[in-house]
């Protein structure tokens, strides 16, 4: 007999016939049509060289041979189903889970791009963005809701390891048609007379920190202050302000038709860092991932932010 041919489709036929002791109850439990039921039960029986059934106009029975045999093709169909299992849960094990944290810009332009170039040569890795205050990158690390960050420079802290990625420079973004778009190049004191939005207080403590020798009476301090980036970019693109962000929220900037001036003397620069764990291991799906966000997010910012 050649056993190899037997498929567990003709089990399942076999297996349904015998329990329903019909073939139109069969071919319902299996989604099909009575006479394809009626053919797999054919083939299996052409294998096995003899009947499983007794047929008659009114009622199909196990024959005697067909008793016998039923318990094994059950048992056959059983292990095969554990087989399907095991193999479904080998296969979520292998499918590793990464969890990176990011703020707006970077989480929902930046790291999509990198991971589907990731998952391109590594597709049974599952990574998944978390959007989150730059406050919190740093914080998300040590309390575990991150296996990776990746975002402005914070302060050090100990539990966690900070590799910068690369830099950007702080640039003015201004609508087409606002004064400032036709300047060359600016210095901060001309700030001062222009309506300036912040993104979130921790772009207002960075406005704040680069011009310490402005008098207090006439400082650069941002009259509003928004939650997030694409907030300050839209006020700016409307033309009633101007914002101050790392040049390379570039990705979001130009689809709001914005352009970027660059503020001189001095200059500012902020480090955009990857943040991981110092004190924990970190699975070595999320190293690999972590080597290769470097590479990405270095050809990245040497493409000019493309």
């Not at 073939?23 to 060289?49: C, D, H, P, W, Y």
């Not at 990705?251 to 990857?274: C, F, H, M, T, W």
Request: proline fraction near 5%; charged fraction near 20%; aromatic fraction near 8%.
């Amino acid at each position: 007999m050649a056993l190899t041919r037997i498929t567990i489709r003709q089990i399942e036929a076999v297996i349904a016939v015998a329990d329903t002791s019909s073939f139109k109850l069969a071919s319902e439990r299996l989604g099909m049509t009575a006479q394809a039921i009626s053919q797999l039960v054919a083939e299996f029986e052409n294998q096995i060289g003899f009947a499983m059934f007794d047929r008659t106009t009114r009622r199909v029975e196990l024959s005697g041979a067909g008793k016998a045999l039923l318990p094994f093709a059950n048992t056959t169909l059983r292990r095969l189903q554990d087989l399907q299992l095991s193999a479904q849960t080998i296969r979520n094990n292998l499918q590793t889970i990464v969890t990176v944290g990011a703020p707006l810009v970077l989480a929902s332009l930046v790291l999509p791009v990198a991971i589907r170039d990731y998952r391109r040569q590594h597709p049974e890795v599952a990574i998944r963005i978390v959007d989150t205050a730059v406050g919190y990158l740093v914080d998300g690390i040590t309390q575990g809701d991150f296996d990776l960050a990746v975002g402005p420079d914070r302060e050090k802290h100990d539990a966690v390891q900070a590799r910068t990625l690369f830099n950007s420079r702080w640039v003015l973004w201004c609508a087409r048609e606002h004064p400032l778009a036709g300047v060359e190049s600016l210095s901060w004191p001309e700030l001062e007379r222009y309506s300036l939005v912040a993104a979130s207080r921790d772009h207002e403590q960075s406005i704040a920190s680069m011009a310490p020798w402005t008098p207090t009476h006439t400082g650069i301090m941002p009259p509003e202050i928004v939650d997030n980036i694409t907030t300050a970019l839209g006020i700016a693109a409307s033309g009633e302000a101007v914002t101050l962000a790392p040049e390379y929220v570039v990705v979001l900037a130009r689809k709001l038709g914005l352009i970027s001036k660059r503020v001189r003397n001095p200059e500012y620069i902020r480090d955009v860092q990857l943040y991981s764990p110092a004190s924990r291991v970190n699975s070595s799906t999320a190293d690999q991932f972590a080597g290769f966000l470097q590479q990405w997010m270095a050809e990245w910012h040497r493409q000019g932010y493309a």
